[in-house]
């Protein structure tokens, strides 16, 4: 089992930055597609970004490409995701995920959501 802490959120200026921390306990950290989620009130909850387990190859969502960049570290069991040039469209709670894809045979897991605020 994987448990998931995300760290880092809070209230920021619009133009500014905020960098979310995902710490990962359990084993097999490696094994996992890590990603970050949001979810904004009224919206459906959409990926932001997503890591490789080598952290070799990443994706965004269009909307923050550019701006986020998300990173993992497989000896620290941490996943990162840095926000720069915030805008208040990025207000949202925003999820660490651990997904699982073959050849693994395993769970997903979620955080419990952090909540980043910008303001304009």
């Known amino acids: 089992q994987v448990q998931l802490v995300e760290s880092g959120g809070g209230l920021v200026q619009a133009g500014g930055s905020l960098r979310l921390s995902c710490a990962a306990s359990?084993?097999?950290?490696?094994?996992?597609?890590m990603g970050w989620y949001r979810q904004a009130p009224g919206k459906q909850r959409e990926l932001v970004a997503a890591i490789t387990r080598s952290g070799t190859s990443t994706n965004y969502a269009d909307s923050v490409k550019g701006r986020f960049t998300i990173s993992r570290d497989n000896v620290k069991n941490t996943v990162s995701l840095q926000m720069n040039s915030l805008a208040p469209e990025d207000t949202a709670v925003y999820y660490c995920t651990a997904k699982c894809r073959p050849p693994y045979s395993c769970d997903d897991y979620w955080g419990q959501g952090t909540q980043v605020t910008v303001s304009s």
């Open positions: 359990g084993s097999r950290f490696s094994i996992y597609t």
